[in-house]
């Protein structure tokens, strides 16, 4: 399974901005997925997690009401809408796939079996 993260830039402080993981190869029937960031020095942290129906999802307490995390299954992507982007949010964002009939409550990285690229968002001040 490869998991192509993409729909970062550079925004300013109060922008939105949409990520997008598409997932391809041989997709799993089922799977959750997770967003993580890594900001420069520091580790990498859970942002948002949706389950395979889209019914469950769980975020980072300091992303609640500005991020939301979808997927279309039909399309095999997940997304990740961000709005009121402040600098805080400047970091390499990273899309995960948890293989299985999962809901959106996984927030560990070790609990994802496949990762993304990465893409870079940053928000200037």
């Known amino acids: 399974v490869q998991l192509q993260a993409s729909g970062g830039g550079l925004v300013q402080a109060g922008d939105s901005l949409s990520l997008s993981c598409t997932a391809s190869?041989?997709?799993?029937?089922?799977?959750?997925m997770g967003w993580f960031r890594q900001a420069p020095g520091k580790e990498r942290e859970f942002v948002a997690a949706?389950?395979?129906?889209?019914?469950?999802?769980s975020y980072l307490d300091s992303v609640k009401g500005r991020f939301t995390i979808s997927r279309d299954n039909a399309k095999n992507t997940g997304y990740l809408r961000m709005t009121r982007l402040t600098s805080a949010d400047t970091a390499v964002y990273y899309c995960a796939a948890k293989v299985g009939y999962y809901a959106g409550d996984y927030q560990g990285e070790n609990e994802y079996d496949y990762w993304g690229q990465g893409t870079q968002v940053t928000v200037s001040s």
């Open positions: 949706i389950g395979w129906t889209g019914r469950s999802t």
């Open positions: 190869g041989r997709t799993p029937r089922s799977y959750a």
